[in-house]
């Protein structure tokens, strides 16, 4: 389970967004008979319809990209004396 208290509220664009990308693509694989207009039309009214019946869908932060500042370049001195 997700730590609380790393979920924010997710912004009705990106629900869209990723209800739209859904009905479009099975994985990364596009629908053959899928239309981009009619997807982003569809996740919209889905959107919207969730809002009035109240729902708020939470999402996890972005977390940071992973340093490497911590470590030697295998090329550089300090390495070498390892």
Do not use: W, Y
Request: glycine share 4%; with cysteine.
């Amino acid at each position: 389970m997700t730590d609380p208290s790393q979920l924010h509220p997710a912004t009705p664009e990106e629900i869209a967004e990723t209800l739209s990308f859904a009905l479009r693509f099975d994985g990364r694989r596009p629908f053959p008979q899928s239309h981009a207009l009619m997807a982003r039309v569809t996740a919209d009214h889905l959107v919207q319809h969730l809002l009035r019946c109240g729902f708020r869908l939470m999402k996890v932060a972005p977390s940071a990209a992973p340093s490497t500042s911590g470590h030697s370049h295998p090329n550089s001195r300090d390495h070498d004396k390892q």
